[in-house]
């Protein structure tokens, strides 16, 4: 994994003139090769500029180019190992940078040319993260360190130690890598760390934590670094999506302390279009600005607000996933209140939701589990009349049925619009409940007539019914009332 910066490779021009005029080589195709392999390089055009550095080794660096050449050749190796690592091919990358390292030495030399001798190391180290040396790469990472010149070898102290902790984290040492991801957060100012790298580092430690199952390792890195691991409101649109991916991944690690300590971390949707709007109008007419070690781009900054807007008003902000996961998590752990409150959110603030159809569902479900009978028949409505012929209609209504029947809220029964089930329908146990609790609730509202259709269709088609007994009596009664009944005769009372 390539963390730091390349274009430190790029920054020293070497006076190849005044080496070549030294030595009897065909100076105008070399420095023809070195030069338009900077062009390259400098274009990002990297297999060009690989071939090209390929061909100056190859041409002049095959019998003894440090004594024809001197330490600065090394730097027509490290600059063809940036190109490998810019396309991948890390073993070859680590091969080149340990040539400039290893056969191109200032030391003993009143010159001192290699200007990359010492960045060698840390490019060789950042090569066989690539390539999955863990334990290689630090011990690399750790010899820069060791030797390199504080004058004239600059890097990203912050990338540095983000880094070190990656390769940690992928040996399985959480306590170590931990220890140099705090350094990179807690140095982020006079680091100048960037946001992207924090966000590399707690991914790759949420890793290790699945991996090794230490829960509780992860929650108290939180804890003592939620300051620095939260997002910035500018960052969302870059880096949610992460953080939403890992707080899946624990959720479905079974590590629910873990998944719930996510989403705090990440600012709201509503919160990064402030920022963002806030930004621009500071920016007045120009083209970009400087945020500490970032620069900010006007077109980027609109680009990401009309992609929050967008998914604001589509109803799937990352808020939604977040709600969502905090359902399940609440009803994972029996705590019915807490699911209903983050789908009753989640239907009240995201109306136009591509899930919506589901939340409804959940919200009648929860609502009607917690005795919220009121609550389940108004969400099984609003399912009923945004989506008419959905395949949940008749099992949600059947859930709000429930609550409000033991409720012995009759009225909220019949305000629900339940239709005379169809024959194969109604031999179901759902139509068993569904005559039963209709026909009562007609019955106790006064509409015995159409209560007697669904008594009676009860009756026939569920003798056996635990509601058998009810309905007997509820149908018994319609037919006493009946005979109770005068009758009418062709004898008309006196005017």
Known sequence: MNLHRPSSCLAHIVPWALVLSAVAVRADDFGSLVTRGLAAMEAGNWEEGLSLHTEAVRAFGGKDPLGSFGPQFGAIHYRKGVCEMKLGRWEDAMKSFEACYRDFPNAGRADGGNVFEKLALLKWAEAAMGAGRWQEAIGLFEKFQRERDKERDPFSQGLFHISLAICHYKLGRIPEGNGHLEIAIRNRTPFATPEGGIVSGFEALANAVLVHKEEQALLDFIRNNRGGLALRPLEVRRFAPVFLKIAGDLLGAGMERAAMAIP???????????EIRARLRSMGEQGSAADGPRVLSRAALEQDLAALETERREGRPHETITLAATAVIHERNGNLRGALAAY??????????????????????????????????????TLAREFPQSARLAPTRDLALAALFRKGDYEGCIELGIPLPAPAEAATPEGDFRLHAMGTALYHTGRHEQAATWLDRHAELHPQSPHAAATTYLRESIAGEVRAQPMETETQPPR
Do not use: M, N, W
């Open 264 to 274: 705090p971390l990440v600012p709201s949707t509503d919160a990064a279009i402030d």
């Open 344 to 381: 009753r959110q989640l239907v009240a603030c995201y109306p136009a939701s591509s899930r919506r159809e589901e939340q409804l569902h959940h919200l009648v479900r929860t609502a009607s589990l917690v005795g919220h009978a009121t609550e389940a028949k108004t969400a099984a409505l």
